[in-house]
């Protein structure tokens, strides 16, 4: 493919700087492409996405660096990229449109606007031809491009009932929450919290944990809740089914059970196959939620996983002066999940006689459990597994931490995935509040001084 610089490459948003030489003649979102395209009629095509996003990536390489497909974009559309990270804002209103439009949402989030910026049409990943019941990319553009050739009266009605909508819902939401917030009052009533656990557990699944179907996101603040609920309630469900989920994805290859840290989400109900990307508030989340986890329990598996997740964060994702990064990649040498699985002949030249304690625990086999590898995931819990073996504990976790770390070694060597260097208020706060309750229900003074070193370098 010929080289192409676009206007991106003079942005600082590592997501907009991968489209930066891309043949579509990008625009960060600004005065300068809303004015273009009132200037010259023509529908803006608005796609966000973050770094770490695998699906970002995929249509990027299928269709963004396609010439052919590029020129098209170019011809009838103002192209406008936006990093959902440095523009929550807009991402929001136009996560709101599309899932108006189509009852579901994701990124990448490809929206089309009207030259005064309403949205008319979107949806998320599409295809360079059509599969997976979508339309391909290219019969999007065209079609799109007709209509506002042939019908733009009627795009541009759909478009102000659309903002109208839009509009509705979210000043709803707003004045049901202005002002009626007395902190000396309890914000829900005890009938309240009954029906939403209800409700909640209605969703939960009580095999693998969690909620819903595939995909399945951790969803921490409603384990959290149910932490919450049986503490207030002493109900006993509440607390099986949030510490069933909590188990489950830590035994799970959402979890790297080498260098610690959570995934996005899973692809599947088992928690097995994650989309690989790591983000600094997800396991800011899990780090809160396990704090609360071991204090009702005392298990240290959980405080282990706590220490392990916040090991991950001071290696991966923190800067030298105490900020926190935002996220790692998905992908690494271009390909997903490369740096995180394995094949067992590898783990059997690095473990030696170790190797067949090893994958026996955590699930290797010759066939792979994943695209023809391994992703390491437990598929019984320690206690169980040693007692079926007839193994002595301490032994077995010597054994087992032993070549954790000589794989990690061998890890390190490996193209690794990209890093999202920007350091997000928000995330670092919640980071931030995670860290420093581990500090307290630990009683770890190094956690401590983890927290007050972001703390002093985001105040």
Known sequence: MTDFTNRLINETSPYLLQHAHNPVDWFAWGDEALQKAKDEDKVILVSIGYSACHWCHVMEKESFENETTAQLMNENFVNI??????????DHIYMDAVQAISGSGGWPLNVFLTPDAKPFYGGTYYPPVQAFNRSSWTDVLLNIAQSWKEKKNEIESQADNLVA????????VQKKFEGIIDETENL?????????????????????????KAPK???????????????????????????L??????????????????????????????HFEKMLYDNALLIDVLCDAWQITNASKYKAAILKTIAFVQKELTHPDGGFYAALDADSDGIEGKYYVWQIEEINVILGKDAAVFCDFFGVTEKGNWEDANILNIFKPTDEYIAEKNIEEQGFNNLIESCIQKLSKVRESRVKPALDDKIIL?????????????????????LKELAEKNFNFIK
């Open 188 to 212: 829900f009533t005890l009938d309240q919290c009954h029906s939403m656990f209800a409700a909640i557990m209605k969703q939960a699944d009580k095999t693998w944990g969690g909620f819903g």
């Open 245 to 274: 989920s909590l188990d489950k994805m830590l035994q799970g290859g959402i979890y790297d059970h080498i260098g610690g840290g959570m995934a996005r989400y899973s692809t599947d109900n088992e928690w097995l196959a994650p």
């Open 217 to 243: 996101f951790p969803q921490t603040f409603t384990i959290q809740y149910l932490l919450q609920h049986q503490a207030v309630t002493n109900n006993a469900e509440a607390l099986q089914q949030a510490l």
């Open 165 to 172: 909508h839009i509009s509705q819902t979210n000043n709803l």
């Open 426 to 446: 928000s995330w670092n706060a919640l980071m931030l509040k995670a860290i420093a309750k581990a500090s307290i229900v630990l009683q770890d003074g190094s």
């Open 81 to 90: 990229k936006i990093d959902r990270e440095e523009r929550p804002d807009l």
